[in-house]
């Protein structure tokens, strides 16, 4: 009894989900609900019998889902009487949420390429997607999962897709962004949740861009005509039935989109960190002894959660999945992240997700009401956190001091393996080079191990061969 | 029944240009029919003024 009532006091409204009255996401005790309208009731049950729904369940592309058990139902409706709500579904829960504003170029072009299969196997069954949003995938390792079933319905003759102008603001221009003008599209997609409307995205090329794949017509004559037919939707929908469009149209559409995000390219650009793992000054035996001490902490236990910060190419985050459900693989260079992102996927790899997060500025919350998008930590503590050649990163180049950075981690609540690059370590010396003489006073091993122990309780450490730099195992204290 | 986000006017019209032949054929008569509206209103009979069925 006591267990029920708790339950049913957990379940709350998803924050992120309240655009579309059809339906809504309650979530709580690990549950993930969907609530629906007698229309989107309706529009489920055309999905739920379509061929499309099985096929893409099975390959793990579209979120598992069910009708749940009627008392559920009851749960909801007392949770929220006025929603008018008349069924629920109930979905897997995916082990980490993120956001488009984190994903490398590759992660939003495949996200972007899913979002067209899906519209295309829908329209063959006549059914339609009604919106086309980035934040409706989510991801199974480097697996891109449609959660929103919601999206679907069934379709309406005569009727442009109505999620084209949204695909081009959070898909296409983002990308169209990064291949044709060498700028991550990450910044923007955080800054403005919306995307990029196609009048701002038009300002930023000139007429000789128009050349390029997919300009003329997408960014060119789409930000013209969205100027000349300002507020005349209800008009151009009416004469577009009556002169006669069908789906046949959009299905040209999708498949014009589709051979041309296949042709967009990140483009070629320095990255500092993308063969840092071979260019850096490890020796083979070093490296060794620290796979095997990062080996030992995460083979303690088996983990829900590990973070790796930094993660680089990904050799740790690896070695963490040999023994967690899932792990979360952090860096901020977009080029490193897309390059493991790509191999993660070739290998069919379920369990690590790559994000693009810096960590000196990590994703706040945002949205309607400060609440939508929820912050970083906000979306799941990890049980063990990798910290590996960062620390002197954070420290020197982002003059975060030492101290701090220890009390962030802290503030994680889970184990961490953290690595310190001493004083005299040749990288910390060349991260120094470019500040004054005598900076940082507060970056040696003697504050930082001060700073540990106040705060964490050392379970083992190793300091590597070279002797500049020193590992560290520790709990919460 | 309308869908829960703005669908863009301009990219609506936009959809019926990818559709090939018989996409031209829809912004023909796309065209026309605005052509013929101009007229009516040349003619003083707005559609805005007329009641829809």
């Known amino acids: 009894m006591v267990e029920a009532s708790r339950r049913s006091t957990s379940l709350a409204p998803e924050p992120g989900s309240f655009r579309d009255w059809d339906g809504r996401v309650f979530g709580g005790d690990g549950r993930i609900l969907r609530a629906l309208s007698p229309d989107g009731f309706a529009d489920w049950e ?17 979120v598992e889902t069910a009708p749940a058990r009627d008392e559920v139902l009851l749960e909801v409706q007392a949770l929220d ?70 999206s679907f319905e069934r379709a309406r003759d005569g009727e442009p897709w109505p999620g084209y102008r949204q695909f081009c603001m959070l898909y296409l221009f983002p990308l169209m962004l990064q291949a044709y003008k060498g700028v991550a599209f990450q910044p923007w997609l955080r800054g403005s949740l919306e995307g990029i409307d196609p009048g701002t995205f038009r300002a930023l090329f000139g007429r000789r861009d128009a050349v390029r794949p997919g300009m003329l017509r997408h960014v060119f004559l789409h930000a013209s005509l969205e100027r000349r037919y300002a507020h ?92 967690a459900d899932f792990v979360v693989a952090i860096d901020s260079d977009d080029a490193v992240v897309d390059a493991l992102y790509r191999s993660l996927s070739a290998e069919g ?49 982002r003059n975060v001091p030492l101290r701090e950075v220890v009390r962030w981690l802290r503030e994680l609540d889970s184990e961490v393996v953290v690595e310190l690059p001493h004083r005299g370590d040749p990288m910390v010396q060349r991260l120094l080079g470019s500040k004054r003489e005598h900076a940082h006073p507060d970056y040696n091993r003697g504050s930082f191990e001060d700073a540990l122990r106040s705060l964490f309780r050392v379970v083992d450490s190793l300091e590597l061969a070279s002797g500049t730099r020193t590992l560290y195992h520790a709990a919460p204290a | 029944m309308l869908s829960y986000i703005d669908p863009g006017a301009g990219s609506m019209i936009l959809q019926a240009l990818a559709g090939g032949v018989a996409g031209a054929m829809v912004m023909g008569k796309l065209y026309w029919s605005r052509i013929k509206r101009v007229l009516r209103v040349g003619r003083g009979k707005s559609p805005v003024d007329e009641p829809r069925a």
């Open chain 1, 46 to 62: 055309a999905l739920a019998a379509s061929r499309l729904f099985e096929r893409f369940r099975e390959s793990g592309e579209l």
């Open chain 1, 232 to 323: 005349r939707a209800a008009e151009v929908r009416s004469d577009l039935q009556e002169a006669g469009f069908d789906r046949r149209m959009i299905a040209a559409s999708v498949a014009g989109m589709t051979s041309l995000l296949a042709k967009l390219r990140p483009s070629e650009r320095d990255s500092t960190w993308q063969d840092y793992d071979t260019t850096c000054s490890y020796d083979e035996r070093e490296t060794a002894a620290k796979e095997a001490f990062v080996r030992r902490a995460v083979g303690l236990q088996r983990r829900q959660l590990v973070w790796d910060l930094g993660c680089n190419e990904g050799r740790y985050s690896r070695i963490a999945a040999e023994n």
């Open chain 1, 349 to 397: 790899n379920r369990v690590i997700l790559p994000l693009v997060v810096d960590l000196a500025n990590p994703s706040p919350p945002l949205g309607w009401a400060g609440v939508e998008r929820r912050s970083l930590v906000g979306r799941g503590r990890p049980d063990l956190t990798l910290c590996l050649a960062l620390v002197h990163h954070l420290s020197i180049s």
């Open chain 1, 81 to 150: 009487p006025e929603g008018g709500w008349i069924a629920v579904l109930d979905h897997e829960r995916l082990p980490y949420v993120s956001y488009p504003y984190e994903w490398s170029f590759s992660m939003l072009r495949d996200a972007a390429a899913l979002q067209l299969r899906l519209l295309s196997a829908a329209l063959e069954e006549d059914l339609m997607l009604k919106d086309a949003t980035p934040y409706n995938v989510q991801w199974r390792g480097a697996q891109p999962v449609f959660v929103d079933v919601g």
